[in-house]
């Protein structure tokens, strides 16, 4: 059996020839496919602007910058990849790690208990975490009530939908950001996206992708101006004709990933594997998470990595919590009280799933677990 990793692209020739296409082309950096990339971004996510950068982490720094002043306090997860939080700290804001509720999010009562207490907080990060959108109507409320500036880190949703809201659509947000990365939803190497509904925003984070340089059509030829500080976040022409060629894809990805959902849930029904969430439809199932309460068992978690390895499936474990990092406790943090997400931290793995996931490797990957856990 080839190794089985818990995520993976799909890239077929499709996708190779519209790569090579640009590369025959007079633009490597930023030209047409660019500018046809954002849009389609924009219709696929029901939203008015996209800007297209280097990667997720750019995404969340631009974001940041735009919506962000020095020393603002912003809410956010500890259950997220790092770049999360740290795209608060980029900025020198405070990031307020908060618990998360049963389905892996930022818990959003918790954050409106925390409004209450401190009204100088400015802003809350929120993660679709594993593709499940946060609760709209409950940001809406929150928006409204506390007139708190809403971030949603759409690095694992694209395509979700919940109630006719997409994600990145920034309905009940001000800012959402995607990521390209190869183990997401859909590729373009390394590379991301900021989507929003504010011209303003829209304006500032464009000029800010580009070393903070203004060029308008009053200025002579050579003439350009530097207005803010600003950085290189450009993605290439030829990540976007990638990115084009796989948002066509998207949906089919998107179908084969719930079909593997569907088997998972299926067969870890009144065992001792407990999905974090079984099908619902209110996901884009970037991730297929699992709960053991290892307490019970005669295997520990440690053990269940590596023997799983030693027999080519790679799980992988979403995530430990930020707060705890050692960079993070080096600023004071990691005490804070997040009794769920210490409990879901070890318990937690997850399962192999990608749209190229074969039925027979689900088969195999299913019938190894049962056995390694059972000892
Ligand atoms: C992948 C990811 C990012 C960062 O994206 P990159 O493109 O790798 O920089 C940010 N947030 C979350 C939740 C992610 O999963």
Redesign the pocket.
């Known amino acids: 059996m080839d190794f089985i990793p818990y995520g993976k692209q799909l890239i077929d020739e499709n996708d190779v020839q519209a790569v090579v296409d640009v590369l025959h082309s007079d633009y490597l950096t930023t030209g047409p496919n660019v500018k046809a990339f954002e849009n389609a971004i924009s219709e696929y996510c029901d939203v008015k602007y996209t800007i297209a950068v280097a990667?997720?982490?750019a995404a969340?720094h631009l974001a940041s910058i735009a919506l962000l002043n020095k020393g603002d306090k912003v809410l956010t997860t500890p259950n997220?990849?790092l770049?999360?939080s740290n795209a608060i700290l980029y900025v020198d804001g405070e990031p307020i790690f908060v618990d998360i509720a049963k389905d892996g999010n930022i818990d959003l009562d918790l954050c409106e208990q925390e409004l209450k207490r401190d009204p100088s907080i400015k802003a809350i990060y929120g993660?679709a975490f594993s593709g499940r959108m946060l609760d709209q109507q409950k940001l809406r409320y929150l928006r409204e009530t506390y007139n708190v500036i809403i971030l949603e880190?759409c690095?694992?949703a694209i395509g979700a939908r919940e109630n006719g809201i997409k994600a990145a659509s920034c309905t009940n947000s001000d800012v959402s950001i995607l990521?390209?990365?190869p183990v997401?939803h859909m590729t373009t190497g390394?590379?991301?996206a900021i989507t929003t509904n504010s011209k303003e925003l829209y304006d500032k984070m464009l000029t800010l992708r580009g070393h903070g340089m203004v060029k308008t059509p009053d200025m002579k030829p050579w003439e350009y101006e530097m207005q803010m500080l600003g950085f290189n976040y450009r993605i290439t022409d030829m990540q976007c004709a990638l990115g084009f060629s796989q948002l066509k894809k998207l949906d089919g990805f998107i179908q084969r990933r719930i079909e593997i959902v569907k088997r998972y849930d299926e067969a870890f029904e009144k065992s001792i594997i407990k999905p974090l969430y079984t099908y619902d439809g209110r996901s884009s199932y970037h991730l297929y998470v699992v709960q053991v309460d290892f307490t019970l068992l005669n295997i520990s978690k440690v053990d269940l990595f590596n023997r799983l390895r030693e027999k080519s499936i790679g799980i992988q474990l979403h995530y430990i919590p930020i707060n705890k990092q050692p960079y993070y406790r080096s600023l004071g943090y990691g005490n804070e009280s997040t009794p769920v997400m210490d409990r879901y931290y070890e318990e937690c793995f997850s399962l192999p799933m990608f749209p190229k996931f074969s039925n027979e490797e689900q088969e195999y990957v299913i019938k190894t677990l049962f056995e390694v856990l059972n000892g």
Do not use: I, Q, R, W
């Open positions: 990667n997720g982490t969340l997220s990849f770049a999360t993660v880190d690095a694992h990521s390209f990365h997401k390394e590379g991301g």
